[in-house]
């Protein structure tokens, strides 16, 4: 079974409150591209994220648009943002103060933001939902999609206020409009998912196209298993393999394995199963089940690293511990001698006792 089987729903908190609301009778106001036939749904469904599930206030992540950090000598060019520079530094308070006179003065949707995330984590100040929304609101209506993204996280997670899909999509569409990355990536999920709004891989994959090239690792890896699968874009295993080879230098366990695997296999890039038994060992170590099973066969095989029966018996009774099931390597498993075995057996005991132990 490829990485693109695994649909990780509990990955992302947004695609899972989503799929669980009920339908409203007003769809929100997303546009949708031209009228064309729907893709039929797939069979193998894309993984939604494999990154921790979208903090509900994300801190800003760049400095504001058209503030520089520092102006050039003589008095020409961006006005310094002070505000933002006291923030990463940690002088919360002097954050608020500097933002609260930008707001002032200027009336800077930017410093606005940046009053909504003070008091949606409670740093400087006490943590106040309430105060964040608002804050959020008054920038978003003036145009700053970090204030529309974080209110779309807000709604999801019924921040100061109760749960509201419609409101978050609304939000989430406005935010991508603007061009950003996540609120894209999200958005595109919705798309695939198909409960908010109909399934549609064509927009998905346009959705997912701004938050790759943003750099998202995630978005790449969603975005090439489209191209692989041929689903709202057309089938071209080579762009599959390039997308897969970016997320995997972003170090995306899925996208390592699907890489792997098209390595192993020739597919969309030259043939390399030294490469590909590279991949899948890292990404076995990192716990991906089925780069588990793909290293056990090369090392039960010897193609791509040399033949090494205890190894290979280890990671398969790793892997299938995990739920992955596999015949054949069960057959190879029980025709090794036994002295083989025990070892096996001994070494993936320890490495899934270590497992259980809680992680601090």
């Known amino acids: 079974m490829s990485a693109a089987a695994r649909f990780c729903v509990a990955a992302l908190c947004v695609l899972a409150f989503f799929a669980a609301a009920p339908a409203s009778a007003q769809q929100p106001a997303e546009p949708k591209p031209p009228a064309a036939k729907p893709n039929p749904p797939p069979q193998t469904p894309v993984r939604p994220a494999a990154r921790k599930p979208v903090a509900p206030a994300p801190a800003p992540s760049a400095a504001p648009a058209g503030n520089a950090a520092a102006a050039p000598a003589g008095g020409n060019g961006p006005e310094p943002d002070l505000p933002y520079g006291a923030f990463q530094r940690g002088y919360y308070m002097t954050a608020l103060q500097f933002a609260t006179e930008r707001v002032e003065q200027k009336t800077d949707p930017k410093a606005m933001t940046l009053l909504g995330e003070l008091y949606a984590n409670g740093l400087g100040v006490p943590q106040n939902d309430q105060k964040a929304a608002e804050w959020y609101k008054l920038a978003a209506d003036r145009g700053d999609r970090e204030a529309m993204f974080a209110l779309a996280m807000f709604r999801t997670a019924g921040r100061a206020g109760p749960r509201d899909r419609d409101a978050s999509a609304k939000w989430l569409a406005a935010a991508a409009r603007l061009g950003h990355p996540l609120a894209a990536y999200d958005l595109a999920l919705l798309y695939m998912e198909g409960q908010l709004f109909p399934q549609d891989f064509g927009r998905a994959a346009e959705l997912l196209r701004v ?124 025709k090794l001698d036994a002295d083989t075995r025990a070892t096996a057996e001994k070494s993936a005991k320890t490495w899934l006792d270590r497992m259980k132990q809680p992680q601090l």
Do not use: C
């Not at 943003?214 to 762009?239: F, M």
């Not at 899925?254 to 296999?265: G, H, S």
């Not at 991949?279 to 039960?300: D, P, W, Y």
């Open 211 to 334: 938050a790759a090239q943003a750099g998202n690792p995630q978005a790449q890896y969603a975005l090439g298993t489209l191209y692989k699968e041929g689903r709202g874009v057309p089938k071209d295993p080579h762009e599959a393999a390039r997308l897969m080879a970016i997320a995997a230098l972003a170090d995306d366990v899925d996208a390592e394995v699907e890489y792997a695997i098209a390595l192993y296999n020739g597919d969309g890039v030259t043939r390399n199963p030294e490469a590909a038994a590279s991949l899948f060992r890292k990404a076995a170590l990192r716990n991906s089940a089925i780069a588990q099973n793909r290293l056990a066969h090369i090392l039960a095989s010897g193609i791509g690293a040399p033949a090494n029966p205890a190894e290979a018996a280890r990671w398969h009774i790793i892997s299938k511990a995990l739920g992955e099931t596999d015949l054949a390597l069960d057959d190879y498993v029980a």
